[in-house]
């Protein structure tokens, strides 16, 4: 059984300062934009490894943590997802993709082109757990997986944006590939490619809006 402690790290905030940060952190994140097109501009290694600090602080299913993310940093490496993942994505687009799919993608404009997966400095790979090994070798399963691993991603977008910089999920379809270009164990999923960066001086984004306050919020 875990021991308990004191917590003490949380901060005693007034009622003004908790509504001050609060309202600080939501314009922060009210600037957030999916992006694209990403400058080859470098990031701090430093800043990347803080971001994903934050993301496995995230709370998760029996404290089981089941989530591994893996930081593409070989340029060799990197072109050989690139040439997988667009593999991948022209199947789709061609004959996997629901109509209705397409249809919802096609305001955006993407397709199976992605150069940002060589262009962008960070690539991560998010790979969930749904099972770990015991020392026994028995396989013990793991909680709440999905949401766990989405909570870590979130608060993984959230850090990174909070450092100035812009982010794209990328979940090609298929993602099986990534298991064996990564080289990763038997018990491990492919979640999500998540590319980092900051954007080229030419992005555009798209002039979104987002659903009413009313509308996606109800008290009761």
């Known amino acids: 059984m875990s021991s308990f402690r004191p917590y ?3 901060p005693r905030l007034s ?4 509504q001050a940060r609060a309202a600080e952190f939501c314009r922060l994140m009210q ?6 097109s990403f400058s080859s501009r470098s990031v701090s290694r430093d800043v990347v490894d803080d971001c994903l600090r934050t993301a496995i602080s995230a709370p998760s299913g029996a404290n089981r943590q089941p989530w591994s993310f893996v930081v593409v940093e070989s340029s060799a490496r990197r072109r050989e997802l690139r040439l997988a993942a667009e ?13 209705t799919w397409l249809n919802a993608l096609a305001e955006f404009g993407t397709d199976a082109c992605k150069p940002f997966l060589e262009t962008a400095p960070v690539v991560i ?7 770990q090994e015991s020392e026994a070798g028995d396989r013990i399963p793991n909680y709440y997986v999905a949401e766990s691993v989405g909570i870590a991603t979130g608060f993984l977008i959230a850090a990174m944006h909070n450092a100035g ?14 298991s064996s270009l990564l080289q990763r164990p038997e018990n491990e999923r492919p979640y999500l490619l998540l590319i980092a960066g900051y ?11 987002r659903k009413d306050f009313d509308v996606a919020v109800q008290r009761l």
């Open 8 to 10: 003490s790290e949380c």
């Open 15 to 18: 009622e003004r300062e908790s």
């Open 31 to 36: 600037t957030r934009r999916t992006v694209r």
């Open 87 to 99: 593999a991948e994505e022209r199947e789709f687009y061609a004959h996997r993709a629901p109509v």
């Open 125 to 131: 790979a998010i790979f969930s757990q749904p099972w």
């Open 165 to 178: 910089l812009s982010v794209l999920t990328h979940t090609p379809s298929p993602m099986k590939f990534l």
């Open 199 to 209: 954007p080229d001086e030419q992005c555009m984004v798209p002039d979104l809006t």
